[in-house]
């Protein structure tokens, strides 16, 4: 069983009916859910990943102290932690997870402030801009089990959806540095005898490319373990994981070493004309440096286009 699904079950099981049957008065107001931290939001978690924060358990978002107030909210912490510790066989853990709290009572500005800075809909371009991709996924994964008032619906529906112009100011960056490490500095630090820069220079080409493929499907990168993991299910997202992997685990040896660079050129063909097709670019050639700036040049927010390229990324 995944860990998003025990959790759902345990909710339904001891938290609903304790929210029934002990704060009616906040049905109306609070959410309940598993998102944030942790393979399980994401549905990644496996056997081995049980060796931590597997366990029943979910949270509780809640308004501010004007709706809800703090003697309230101690009564909400102190009922949660009372519910069973044992689930269908499974424990909750005594001691918190590394980076604090993942389950429990939260209040929905406190989550959103520790992930991300701020509530979504405070979020300025500066914000959007300087965000990691991995926070912004950890604030929408998972699932809202219930949400009575809507509010933490809302406020990851605008995270959801990254303005046009800092998608394309994240673009044009990572587009630049996938032209820096594998179309230009990849072979001349071979060149150069300094084949361990070489495969630093390949390591960097496909980080920057896994973050292009998200920033293509309109979607945020999680953390870099799970990054492949999540590849996968993005269109074409099977071949490019292939051809990443390969990169990054063979030699840079004299057989091997055009090889490795015709399939970063590959993968730059196919970024290009994901860019075309989406009238990303105006660029009409295999220079992704060119692409970089073209996507910059469209961006209608004369402040975000003008700040430097490599800003965001």
């Known amino acids: 069983m995944k860990g998003l699904e025990l959790c759902e079950r345990y909710y339904e099981a001891f938290g609903a009916p304790m929210l029934r049957e002990q704060f009616p008065e906040l049905e109306g107001v609070l959410a309940a859910g598993l998102t944030g931290s942790g393979s399980e939001c994401y549905g990644y978690d496996d056997e081995i990943s049980r060796d931590h924060d597997f366990e029943p358990g979910f949270c509780l978002y809640l308004p501010g102290e004007e709706t809800v107030d703090r003697r309230t909210a101690f009564r909400l912490e102190r009922a949660y932690a009372k519910l069973p510790a044992e689930f269908e066989g499974i424990r909750r853990q005594k001691m918190r997870p590394a980076g604090g709290q993942r389950r429990g009572v939260f209040r929905t500005e406190e989550y959103f402030r520790e992930k991300i800075g701020c509530l979504p809909r405070e979020m300025t371009a500066q914000d959007w801009l300087a965000v990691p991709d991995y926070a912004l996924a950890e604030a929408v994964n998972g699932k809202i089990f219930w949400d009575g008032a809507g509010e933490i619906?809302?406020?990851?529906?605008?995270?959801?959806?990254?303005?046009?112009?800092?998608?394309?100011?994240?673009?044009?960056?990572?587009?630049?540095?996938?032209?820096?490490?594998?179309q230009y500095n990849y072979r001349r630090c071979l060149q150069h005898g300094e084949t361990g820069a070489a495969q630093l220079a390949a390591g960097q080409f496909a980080d920057h490319t896994l973050s292009m493929a998200f920033l293509l499907e309109k979607q945020y990168r999680p953390y870099y373990k799970w990054s492949f993991r999540a590849l996968r299910a993005l269109p074409g997202g099977e071949d490019l994981e292939r051809s990443l992997e390969w990169l990054l685990t063979t030699e840079n040896g004299p057989d091997i070493a055009e090889d490795k660079y015709f399939c970063m050129e590959g993968i730059a063909s196919d970024v290009i004309e994901k860019l075309q097709a989406q009238g990303l670019t105006e660029a009409a050639c295999g220079d992704l440096e060119k692409h970089a700036y073209s996507v910059n040049d469209e961006i209608a927010d004369s402040g975000i286009r003008n700040l430097n390229i490599l800003c965001c990324v």
């Open 153 to 182: 619906t809302r406020e990851r529906e605008i995270l959801r959806n990254m303005p046009e112009d800092c998608r394309r100011k994240r673009m044009a960056g990572h587009l630049l540095m996938m032209a820096q490490s594998g």
